[in-house]
Protein backbone atom coordinates (compact mmCIF):
# COMPACT_ATOMS: atom_id res chain seq x y z
CA UNK A 1 0.00 0.00 0.00
CA UNK A 2 1.48 3.06 -0.91
CA UNK A 3 2.39 5.67 1.87
CA UNK A 4 -0.58 8.32 2.53
CA UNK A 5 -0.53 12.08 3.65
CA UNK A 6 0.10 12.81 6.93
CA UNK A 7 -3.36 12.70 9.50
CA UNK A 8 -1.73 16.18 10.27
CA UNK A 9 -1.96 17.45 6.93
CA UNK A 10 -5.15 15.69 5.99
CA UNK A 11 -6.86 17.70 8.56
CA UNK A 12 -5.29 20.44 8.94
CA UNK A 13 -5.31 21.43 5.01
CA UNK A 14 -8.33 20.23 3.68
CA UNK A 15 -7.21 20.30 0.71
CA UNK A 16 -8.41 17.28 -1.27
CA UNK A 17 -7.37 18.22 -4.90
CA UNK A 18 -5.13 15.30 -6.71
CA UNK A 19 -6.11 12.97 -4.04
CA UNK A 20 -5.57 9.51 -5.39
CA UNK A 21 -8.19 6.80 -3.67
CA UNK A 22 -5.39 5.98 -0.98
CA UNK A 23 -4.91 9.28 0.05
CA UNK A 24 -9.07 10.03 -0.20
CA UNK A 25 -9.37 6.66 2.11
CA UNK A 26 -6.39 7.99 4.68
CA UNK A 27 -8.23 11.41 4.30
CA UNK A 28 -12.15 10.20 5.31
CA UNK A 29 -10.08 7.73 8.38
CA UNK A 30 -8.75 10.36 10.10
CA UNK A 31 -12.33 13.11 9.71
CA UNK A 32 -13.70 11.55 13.06
CA UNK A 33 -11.92 10.95 16.18
CA UNK A 34 -13.75 7.85 16.52
CA UNK A 35 -14.18 4.81 14.56
CA UNK A 36 -17.94 4.44 15.47
CA UNK A 37 -20.27 7.25 16.60
CA UNK A 38 -23.91 6.13 16.60
CA UNK A 39 -26.48 8.68 15.41
CA UNK A 40 -28.12 10.03 12.26
CA UNK A 41 -27.97 13.82 12.55
CA UNK A 42 -24.42 13.96 10.61
CA UNK A 43 -25.89 12.27 7.92
CA UNK A 44 -29.11 13.63 7.54
CA UNK A 45 -27.36 17.47 7.52
CA UNK A 46 -24.79 16.14 4.73
CA UNK A 47 -27.97 14.04 2.55
CA UNK A 48 -29.78 17.11 2.61
CA UNK A 49 -27.12 19.45 1.33
CA UNK A 50 -26.11 16.73 -1.23
CA UNK A 51 -29.92 17.10 -2.04
CA UNK A 52 -30.20 13.01 -2.37
CA UNK A 53 -33.68 12.63 -2.75
CA UNK A 54 -33.50 9.03 -4.59
CA UNK A 55 -36.23 7.76 -6.84
CA UNK A 56 -35.23 3.82 -6.62
CA UNK A 57 -36.94 1.50 -4.41
CA UNK A 58 -34.22 0.88 -1.78
CA UNK A 59 -34.06 -2.84 0.50
CA UNK A 60 -32.68 -2.29 3.56
CA UNK A 61 -30.94 -5.28 5.04
CA UNK A 62 -29.92 -5.93 9.04
CA UNK A 63 -28.98 -8.94 11.19
CA UNK A 64 -26.64 -10.35 12.89
CA UNK A 65 -25.33 -13.26 10.90
CA UNK A 66 -27.16 -13.46 7.59
CA UNK A 67 -27.51 -10.06 5.63
CA UNK A 68 -24.20 -10.36 3.62
CA UNK A 69 -25.75 -13.40 2.10
CA UNK A 70 -29.12 -12.36 2.04
CA UNK A 71 -27.98 -8.88 0.12
CA UNK A 72 -26.15 -10.89 -2.22
CA UNK A 73 -28.74 -13.23 -3.19
CA UNK A 74 -30.82 -10.20 -3.94
CA UNK A 75 -28.41 -9.07 -5.78
CA UNK A 76 -28.30 -11.66 -8.19
CA UNK A 77 -31.65 -12.36 -8.50
CA UNK A 78 -32.61 -8.62 -9.59
CA UNK A 79 -29.72 -8.73 -11.93
CA UNK A 80 -30.62 -11.89 -13.81
CA UNK A 81 -34.26 -10.28 -13.55
CA UNK A 82 -33.04 -7.78 -16.07
CA UNK A 83 -32.62 -4.90 -13.74
CA UNK A 84 -30.00 -2.36 -12.72
CA UNK A 85 -29.02 -3.06 -8.98
CA UNK A 86 -26.50 -1.30 -6.68
CA UNK A 87 -25.18 -2.69 -3.90
CA UNK A 88 -23.66 -1.47 -0.23
CA UNK A 89 -22.00 -3.61 1.64
CA UNK A 90 -19.35 -3.54 4.44
CA UNK A 91 -17.07 -4.15 5.30
CA UNK A 92 -14.58 -5.28 2.51
CA UNK A 93 -11.86 -7.66 1.96
CA UNK A 94 -8.70 -6.25 -0.31
CA UNK A 95 -10.37 -2.84 -1.77
CA UNK A 96 -12.50 -0.42 -0.74
CA UNK A 97 -14.72 -0.74 -4.07
CA UNK A 98 -16.09 -4.59 -3.12
CA UNK A 99 -18.46 -2.37 -0.87
CA UNK A 100 -19.71 0.14 -3.66
CA UNK A 101 -21.67 -2.32 -6.86
CA UNK A 102 -23.13 -1.63 -9.64
CA UNK A 103 -24.80 -4.36 -11.70
CA UNK A 104 -22.77 -6.81 -10.12
CA UNK A 105 -19.36 -4.88 -10.68
CA UNK A 106 -17.43 -3.03 -8.44
CA UNK A 107 -17.10 0.68 -8.28
CA UNK A 108 -14.13 2.35 -10.56
CA UNK A 109 -11.55 4.19 -8.47
CA UNK A 110 -11.96 7.35 -10.73
CA UNK A 111 -16.48 7.16 -10.00
CA UNK A 112 -15.41 6.83 -5.93
CA UNK A 113 -13.48 9.53 -6.10
CA UNK A 114 -16.14 11.32 -7.73
CA UNK A 115 -18.54 10.21 -5.02
CA UNK A 116 -16.20 11.31 -1.96
CA UNK A 117 -15.46 14.56 -3.80
CA UNK A 118 -19.56 15.64 -3.84
CA UNK A 119 -19.81 14.62 -0.02
CA UNK A 120 -16.64 16.65 1.29
CA UNK A 121 -18.03 19.77 -0.86
CA UNK A 122 -21.05 19.16 0.98
CA UNK A 123 -20.26 18.63 4.38
CA UNK A 124 -18.70 21.92 5.09
CA UNK A 125 -17.37 21.44 8.86
CA UNK A 126 -19.54 18.37 9.56
CA UNK A 127 -17.63 15.50 11.32
CA UNK A 128 -18.53 12.40 9.41
CA UNK A 129 -17.05 8.90 10.34
CA UNK A 130 -15.45 6.44 7.50
CA UNK A 131 -18.36 4.84 7.66
CA UNK A 132 -21.01 7.58 6.93
CA UNK A 133 -18.87 9.07 4.60
CA UNK A 134 -18.65 6.07 2.53
CA UNK A 135 -21.99 5.43 2.93
CA UNK A 136 -23.03 8.83 1.75
CA UNK A 137 -20.69 8.61 -1.37
CA UNK A 138 -22.34 5.48 -2.34
CA UNK A 139 -25.79 7.17 -2.41
CA UNK A 140 -24.61 9.57 -4.55
CA UNK A 141 -23.09 7.60 -7.57
CA UNK A 142 -25.95 5.32 -7.13
CA UNK A 143 -28.53 8.66 -7.57
CA UNK A 144 -25.72 9.37 -10.46
CA UNK A 145 -26.17 5.85 -11.95
CA UNK A 146 -29.83 5.34 -13.47
CA UNK A 147 -30.76 2.60 -10.97
CA UNK A 148 -33.83 0.41 -10.74
CA UNK A 149 -33.73 -1.05 -6.76
CA UNK A 150 -30.76 -0.33 -4.57
CA UNK A 151 -29.84 -2.84 -1.47
CA UNK A 152 -28.61 -1.15 1.77
CA UNK A 153 -26.33 -3.40 3.78
CA UNK A 154 -26.65 -2.18 7.66
CA UNK A 155 -23.28 -1.34 9.34
CA UNK A 156 -23.89 -2.34 13.05
CA UNK A 157 -27.07 -2.25 14.26
CA UNK A 158 -30.02 -0.78 12.16
CA UNK A 159 -31.57 2.12 14.14
CA UNK A 160 -28.82 4.92 14.38
CA UNK A 161 -26.91 2.89 11.36
CA UNK A 162 -25.54 5.76 8.21
CA UNK A 163 -27.83 3.50 6.10
CA UNK A 164 -30.96 4.05 8.17
CA UNK A 165 -30.90 8.30 6.62
CA UNK A 166 -32.49 6.36 3.69
CA UNK A 167 -35.92 5.90 3.37
CA UNK A 168 -36.63 1.71 2.62
CA UNK A 169 -39.31 0.28 0.58
CA UNK A 170 -38.79 -2.85 2.14
CA UNK A 171 -36.47 -4.02 5.55
CA UNK A 172 -35.05 -7.17 6.44
CA UNK A 173 -33.58 -7.96 9.79
CA UNK A 174 -32.15 -11.72 8.62
CA UNK A 175 -30.99 -12.73 12.73
CA UNK A 176 -30.61 -11.36 16.14
CA UNK A 177 -27.74 -12.65 18.16
CA UNK A 178 -25.36 -11.17 20.64
CA UNK A 179 -22.59 -9.06 18.64
CA UNK A 180 -21.31 -5.11 19.17
CA UNK A 181 -22.94 -5.43 23.13
CA UNK A 182 -21.17 -2.03 23.54
CA UNK A 183 -23.06 -0.47 21.36
CA UNK A 184 -26.60 -2.61 21.24
CA UNK A 185 -27.09 -3.91 24.46
CA UNK A 186 -26.33 -7.51 26.00
CA UNK A 187 -29.40 -9.00 25.58
CA UNK A 188 -31.67 -10.18 22.65
CA UNK A 189 -34.11 -8.07 23.37
CA UNK A 190 -32.19 -4.78 23.36
CA UNK A 191 -30.73 -5.92 20.14
CA UNK A 192 -33.85 -6.25 18.05
CA UNK A 193 -34.94 -3.30 19.12
CA UNK A 194 -32.15 -1.79 17.56
CA UNK A 195 -32.38 -3.91 14.19
CA UNK A 196 -36.05 -3.07 14.03
CA UNK A 197 -35.47 0.65 14.26
CA UNK A 198 -35.16 0.11 9.92
CA UNK A 199 -38.83 -0.57 10.52
CA UNK A 200 -41.46 2.13 8.53
CA UNK A 201 -45.34 2.05 8.75
CA UNK A 202 -47.07 0.14 5.96
CA UNK A 203 -43.33 -1.14 4.59
CA UNK A 204 -42.49 -4.52 4.20
CA UNK A 205 -40.38 -6.01 7.38
CA UNK A 206 -39.58 -9.33 7.05
CA UNK A 207 -37.24 -10.87 9.70
CA UNK A 208 -35.95 -14.58 9.69
CA UNK A 209 -35.03 -15.38 13.07
CA UNK A 210 -37.03 -18.35 14.26
CA UNK A 211 -37.07 -16.99 17.92
CA UNK A 212 -37.70 -12.98 17.13
CA UNK A 213 -37.23 -11.30 20.27
CA UNK A 214 -40.29 -9.53 21.71
CA UNK A 215 -38.64 -5.98 21.47
CA UNK A 216 -38.77 -6.45 17.26
CA UNK A 217 -42.53 -7.39 17.27
CA UNK A 218 -43.21 -4.61 19.55
CA UNK A 219 -41.46 -1.91 17.58
CA UNK A 220 -42.74 -3.19 14.18
CA UNK A 221 -46.68 -3.03 15.53
CA UNK A 222 -45.99 0.18 17.40
CA UNK A 223 -44.91 1.88 13.82
CA UNK A 224 -47.23 -0.05 12.11
CA UNK A 225 -45.11 -2.03 9.72
CA UNK A 226 -46.18 -4.83 7.72
CA UNK A 227 -44.26 -7.68 9.49
CA UNK A 228 -43.82 -10.60 7.84
CA UNK A 229 -42.07 -13.33 10.38
CA UNK A 230 -40.33 -17.00 9.04
CA UNK A 231 -42.49 -19.78 10.27
CA UNK A 232 -45.49 -17.36 10.68
CA UNK A 233 -46.28 -15.41 7.24
CA UNK A 234 -43.08 -17.41 4.85
CA UNK A 235 -41.59 -20.74 4.76
CA UNK A 236 -39.36 -23.28 3.48
CA UNK A 237 -39.31 -27.07 3.36
CA UNK A 238 -35.78 -28.72 2.26
CA UNK A 239 -36.34 -31.73 0.42
CA UNK A 240 -33.26 -33.91 -1.12
CA UNK A 241 -31.12 -31.04 -3.32
CA UNK A 242 -34.29 -28.71 -3.87
CA UNK A 243 -35.84 -26.60 -1.65
CA UNK A 244 -39.84 -25.07 -1.57
CA UNK A 245 -41.13 -21.85 -0.62
CA UNK A 246 -44.11 -20.86 0.74
CA UNK A 247 -45.36 -17.13 1.17
CA UNK A 248 -48.77 -14.77 1.40
CA UNK A 249 -48.97 -15.31 -2.18
CA UNK A 250 -48.36 -18.70 -3.02
CA UNK A 251 -45.72 -21.38 -3.17
CA UNK A 252 -42.49 -21.32 -5.17
CA UNK A 253 -41.84 -25.54 -5.72
CA UNK A 254 -37.90 -27.34 -7.08
CA UNK A 255 -36.21 -24.09 -6.26
CA UNK A 256 -32.32 -24.94 -6.48
CA UNK A 257 -30.38 -24.81 -3.95
CA UNK A 258 -28.35 -21.37 -3.18
CA UNK A 259 -24.79 -21.20 -4.39
CA UNK A 260 -23.88 -20.28 -0.75
CA UNK A 261 -22.64 -22.92 1.40
CA UNK A 262 -24.71 -24.45 4.44
CA UNK A 263 -28.27 -25.04 4.68
CA UNK A 264 -29.02 -22.26 6.78
CA UNK A 265 -28.90 -20.31 3.67
CA UNK A 266 -32.45 -21.47 3.60
CA UNK A 267 -33.32 -19.09 6.32
CA UNK A 268 -31.87 -16.39 3.58
CA UNK A 269 -33.15 -17.21 0.87
CA UNK A 270 -36.67 -17.16 2.20
CA UNK A 271 -36.31 -14.11 3.25
CA UNK A 272 -35.30 -12.99 -0.37
CA UNK A 273 -38.07 -14.80 -1.49
CA UNK A 274 -40.42 -12.86 0.28
CA UNK A 275 -38.77 -9.64 -0.34
CA UNK A 276 -39.41 -10.40 -4.07
CA UNK A 277 -42.80 -11.12 -3.37
CA UNK A 278 -43.55 -8.12 -1.26
CA UNK A 279 -42.15 -6.20 -4.14
CA UNK A 280 -43.56 -8.16 -6.99
CA UNK A 281 -45.89 -5.06 -8.18
CA UNK A 282 -43.34 -2.73 -8.94
CA UNK A 283 -40.23 -4.91 -9.65
CA UNK A 284 -41.41 -8.47 -11.03
CA UNK A 285 -39.12 -11.20 -10.65
CA UNK A 286 -39.96 -14.41 -12.92
CA UNK A 287 -39.48 -18.08 -11.69
CA UNK A 288 -36.77 -18.51 -14.18
CA UNK A 289 -34.62 -15.39 -12.98
CA UNK A 290 -35.25 -16.19 -8.92
CA UNK A 291 -33.46 -20.03 -10.26
CA UNK A 292 -30.92 -17.82 -12.34
CA UNK A 293 -29.98 -15.99 -9.04
CA UNK A 294 -29.81 -18.32 -6.50
CA UNK A 295 -27.66 -20.43 -8.79
CA UNK A 296 -24.90 -17.60 -9.71
CA UNK A 297 -24.90 -15.84 -6.45
CA UNK A 298 -21.37 -15.48 -4.64
CA UNK A 299 -20.48 -14.14 -1.56
CA UNK A 300 -16.38 -13.92 -0.82
CA UNK A 301 -15.63 -14.82 2.87
CA UNK A 302 -18.33 -17.25 3.67
CA UNK A 303 -17.36 -20.50 3.47
CA UNK A 304 -15.55 -20.03 0.48
CA UNK A 305 -13.18 -22.75 -0.48
CA UNK A 306 -10.30 -21.24 -2.77
CA UNK A 307 -7.59 -24.08 -3.02
CA UNK A 308 -7.50 -27.97 -2.73
CA UNK A 309 -5.24 -30.73 -1.98
CA UNK A 310 -4.89 -29.44 1.08
CA UNK A 311 -8.47 -27.96 1.06
CA UNK A 312 -7.97 -24.27 2.18
CA UNK A 313 -11.34 -22.58 3.64
CA UNK A 314 -11.90 -18.74 4.17
CA UNK A 315 -14.80 -18.47 6.66
CA UNK A 316 -15.07 -15.16 8.56
CA UNK A 317 -17.29 -16.26 11.30
CA UNK A 318 -16.81 -14.23 14.56
CA UNK A 319 -19.58 -14.76 17.09
CA UNK A 320 -20.90 -17.78 18.00
CA UNK A 321 -23.85 -17.63 16.45
CA UNK A 322 -21.98 -17.37 12.57
CA UNK A 323 -19.52 -20.15 14.29
CA UNK A 324 -22.21 -22.66 14.84
CA UNK A 325 -23.16 -22.53 11.39
CA UNK A 326 -19.52 -23.04 10.19
CA UNK A 327 -19.87 -26.01 12.48
CA UNK A 328 -22.83 -27.41 10.60
CA UNK A 329 -20.56 -26.95 7.35
CA UNK A 330 -17.62 -28.90 8.68
CA UNK A 331 -19.49 -31.39 9.85
CA UNK A 332 -21.27 -31.58 6.50
CA UNK A 333 -17.98 -31.94 4.34
CA UNK A 334 -15.99 -34.09 6.61
CA UNK A 335 -12.58 -34.37 5.83
CA UNK A 336 -10.34 -37.65 5.93
CA UNK A 337 -7.28 -36.03 6.73
CA UNK A 338 -7.07 -33.17 10.05
CA UNK A 339 -8.48 -29.66 10.27
CA UNK A 340 -6.16 -26.82 11.43
CA UNK A 341 -7.61 -23.31 11.99
CA UNK A 342 -5.65 -20.36 11.29
CA UNK A 343 -7.59 -18.73 14.33
CA UNK A 344 -7.18 -14.47 15.35
CA UNK A 345 -10.07 -12.83 16.59
CA UNK A 346 -10.84 -9.10 18.20
CA UNK A 347 -10.83 -8.38 21.79
CA UNK A 348 -14.18 -7.32 21.68
CA UNK A 349 -15.78 -10.11 20.64
CA UNK A 350 -16.60 -13.25 22.11
CA UNK A 351 -13.81 -15.55 21.61
CA UNK A 352 -15.42 -18.76 24.06
CA UNK A 353 -18.32 -18.57 22.27
CA UNK A 354 -16.46 -19.04 18.86
CA UNK A 355 -14.06 -21.56 20.31
CA UNK A 356 -16.92 -23.53 22.16
CA UNK A 357 -19.21 -23.90 18.75
CA UNK A 358 -16.11 -25.34 16.88
CA UNK A 359 -14.42 -27.53 20.08
CA UNK A 360 -15.30 -30.73 18.13
CA UNK A 361 -14.28 -29.77 14.40
CA UNK A 362 -10.75 -28.46 15.13
CA UNK A 363 -7.92 -31.03 15.47
CA UNK A 364 -5.00 -28.12 15.72
CA UNK A 365 -4.92 -24.29 16.19
CA UNK A 366 -2.80 -22.20 14.79
CA UNK A 367 -3.43 -19.04 16.95
CA UNK A 368 -1.90 -15.34 15.37
CA UNK A 369 -2.50 -11.81 16.35
CA UNK A 370 -4.54 -9.27 14.14
CA UNK A 371 -3.20 -6.22 12.91
CA UNK A 372 -5.58 -3.96 14.42
CA UNK A 373 -6.45 -1.48 17.79
CA UNK A 374 -8.67 -3.90 19.01
CA UNK A 375 -7.01 -7.61 18.56
CA UNK A 376 -7.19 -10.09 20.72
CA UNK A 377 -3.96 -11.47 21.99
CA UNK A 378 -1.86 -14.35 21.27
CA UNK A 379 -2.26 -14.70 25.17
CA UNK A 380 -5.85 -14.19 25.90
CA UNK A 381 -6.68 -16.35 22.71
CA UNK A 382 -4.52 -18.99 23.45
CA UNK A 383 -5.62 -18.87 27.27
CA UNK A 384 -9.31 -19.64 26.29
CA UNK A 385 -8.78 -22.57 24.09
CA UNK A 386 -6.80 -23.79 26.78
CA UNK A 387 -9.28 -23.22 29.87
CA UNK A 388 -11.58 -24.71 27.26
CA UNK A 389 -10.00 -27.44 25.70
CA UNK A 390 -7.32 -28.32 27.80
CA UNK A 391 -5.91 -30.84 25.81
CA UNK A 392 -6.29 -28.56 22.71
CA UNK A 393 -3.03 -28.84 20.34
CA UNK A 394 -2.29 -25.12 19.74
CA UNK A 395 0.86 -23.32 17.69
CA UNK A 396 1.06 -19.80 18.07
CA UNK A 397 2.13 -16.79 15.38
CA UNK A 398 2.97 -12.86 15.61
CA UNK A 399 0.66 -12.69 12.01
CA UNK A 400 -2.09 -14.26 10.39
CA UNK A 401 -0.05 -14.52 7.43
CA UNK A 402 2.75 -16.59 9.37
CA UNK A 403 -0.15 -18.76 10.93
CA UNK A 404 -1.21 -19.41 7.21
CA UNK A 405 2.07 -20.46 5.38
CA UNK A 406 2.89 -22.92 8.23
CA UNK A 407 -0.35 -24.67 8.21
CA UNK A 408 0.55 -25.10 4.21
CA UNK A 409 3.65 -26.51 5.18
CA UNK A 410 2.48 -28.73 8.23
CA UNK A 411 -0.77 -29.80 6.10
CA UNK A 412 -1.41 -33.07 4.08
CA UNK A 413 -3.26 -33.17 0.60
CA UNK A 414 -6.10 -34.47 2.41
CA UNK A 415 -6.38 -31.92 5.62
CA UNK A 416 -8.16 -28.80 5.73
CA UNK A 417 -7.25 -25.39 6.28
CA UNK A 418 -9.78 -23.40 7.75
CA UNK A 419 -9.14 -19.53 8.03
CA UNK A 420 -11.39 -17.54 10.68
CA UNK A 421 -12.69 -15.76 13.20
CA UNK A 422 -12.71 -12.14 11.62
CA UNK A 423 -13.10 -10.21 8.45
CA UNK A 424 -9.30 -9.16 8.94
CA UNK A 425 -8.13 -12.71 9.61
CA UNK A 426 -9.79 -13.70 5.98
CA UNK A 427 -8.47 -10.09 4.31
CA UNK A 428 -5.17 -11.23 5.42
CA UNK A 429 -5.17 -14.63 4.07
CA UNK A 430 -6.48 -13.54 0.82
CA UNK A 431 -3.56 -11.38 0.69
CA UNK A 432 -1.29 -14.14 1.11
CA UNK A 433 -3.30 -15.91 -1.51
CA UNK A 434 -3.26 -13.61 -4.34
CA UNK A 435 -0.69 -11.03 -3.62
CA UNK A 436 -3.36 -8.20 -3.84
CA UNK A 437 -3.23 -4.61 -1.04
CA UNK A 438 -5.70 -3.71 0.73
CA UNK A 439 -7.51 -0.14 0.13
Known amino acids: ?87 YSSPHFLRYSERVRVACEEISDADLIAAFQAVESARQSTQLTYFEYGTLAAMWHFAQAGLDVVILEVGLGGRLDAVNAFEPDCAVVTSVDLDHMEFLGNTRESIGAEKAGIFRANVPAICGDNLPPQSLIAHAQKVGADLRLIGRDFSFEHIAQTWHYQGKQGALKDLPMPALKGDFQLENASC ?64 TGKTIAVFAMLADKDIAGVIQALSTKIDVWYVAEIKHARAASLSAISGLLLAQLPQAKIQTFESVTQAYHQACIDADENDRIIALGSFFTVAEVMRALHGDNQR
Open 272 to 335: VLTVIEALQASLPVSQAAIIKGLRSVSLRGRFQQVAQHPEVILDVAHNPHAAKSLAINLEQTAS
Open 1 to 87: MPDHPSTTTLTSANNTAGFDLDAWLAYIEALHPKDIEMGLGRVAEVKQRLNLNTSFPIITVAGTNGKGSTCAMLEYIYHAAGYRVGT
